[in-house]
C-alpha cells in the first residue's frame, strides 16, 4: 500500500489564502491576469482614489479634531463609499457603459477609509465612467472646502502598467514586501502626504477586521474559484 499523505493543520492553512504572501499574489495574479485580458479586448484602464465627505474624518490633515465630523464611525464612512458606488454601478449599467476591475479599501491617518479603483472600459466609455463617478461622489458636499479637487480623482492607465498602479495598495493592506518598507505608508489627502493608520500592513488589516471592512473587491469578474481552479 502506498503510504499516507499527512498534512498538518498548520501546513494546510500556510497553502492559502490566510498566508498574506498567497493571498498577495492571487491578488496581484488576478490583476495581471485581467489588464492582459483588456488589452487583448482593446479595453482601456482608470485608475481613482475615492474619498468621503469631510464630515467622516474624526481628524484634520494637520491633526487635531476635525469640527466636521459629526461622530461617524469607519463602518459608517465604508457604508457610505459602498452607497456611493451602487449608485454610480447601477448609473453606468443604466448608459450601456461596460466596465470590470478591483478596488482596495485602506485607512487614513485618522481611521476614516477610502478607496482606490481599477477599472476597465471600452475607450469610447473611458469619459463616460470617470464623469459619472465623479458627479456621484460630489452629490453628497460637493460643494465643502476641498470637495472638487479632492474628493474623486482619476487618471487614465498606461498600457501594461496595472499590476504597477494597484500592487503597492495591494501590498500596503496585507505583508508590506519589497519598496514598500522604504516608501512607507502614505497616501495623498487633500493635495498632501499623510501617513496611513499605524503599525503597518498589520495595523490596517486589525483595522479592517474590527471594522467589518473588506479590503479588496473584484467587480464584474468571474468568482475566484475559477481563477484558483485554472
Known amino acids: 500500500h502506498a503510504a499516507a499523505q499527512v498534512t498538518t493543520r498548520a501546513q494546510a492553512a500556510a497553502a492559502t489564502t490566510a498566508t498574506p504572501a498567497i493571498r498577495r ?35 484634520l490633515m494637520a491633526g487635531g479634531k476635525n469640527p466636521r465630523h459629526d461622530g461617524s464611525t469607519p463602518r459608517e464612512a465604508q457604508a457610505w463609499l459602498s452607497k456611493t458606488w451602487a449608485k ?47 458627479a456621484y461622489w460630489l452629490k453628497d458636499a460637493g460643494d465643502e472646502p ?46 498632501q502626504q499623510a501617513e496611513l493608520y499605524g503599525a503597518g500592513a498589520n495595523g490596517v488589516r486589525a483595522w479592517a477586521s474590527a471594522h467589518g471592512i473588506r479590503q479588496f473587491q473584484a467587480i464584474g469578474q468571474p468568482p475566484v474559484t475559477v481563477w484558483r481552479e485554472l
Open 146 to 191: 476641498g470637495a472638487q479637487s479632492y474628493r474623486f480623482n482619476a487618471k487614465a492607465m498606461d498600457a501594461g502598467g496595472a499590476v504597477g498602479y494597484i500592487a503597492k495598495y495591494i501590498t500596503k493592506g496585507i505583508d508590506d514586501v519589497g519598496a514598500l518598507a522604504e516608501e512607507g505608508h502614505t497616501d495623498e489627502r487633500e493635495g
Open 88 to 134: 454610480t454601478r447601477a448609473a453606468l449599467q443604466r448608459k450601456g457603459v461596460p466596465f470590470f476591475g478591483f478596488r482596495v479599501a485602506e485607512p487614513h491617518h485618522d481611521g476614516c477609509p477610502h478607496w482606490h479603483m481599477l477599472l476597465w472600459t471600452n475607450p469610447g466609455h473611458l469619459s463616460a465612467l470617470r464623469d459619472t463617478m465623479r
Open 25 to 59: 499574489g492571487e491578488l496581484l495574479t488576478r490583476v495581471r491576469g485581467c489588464e492582459e485580458w483588456a488589452e487583448v479586448a482593446g479595453m482601456v484602464g482608470l485608475f481613482t482614489t475615492n474619498t468621503t465627505p469631510s464630515r467622516f474624518h474624526p481628524q
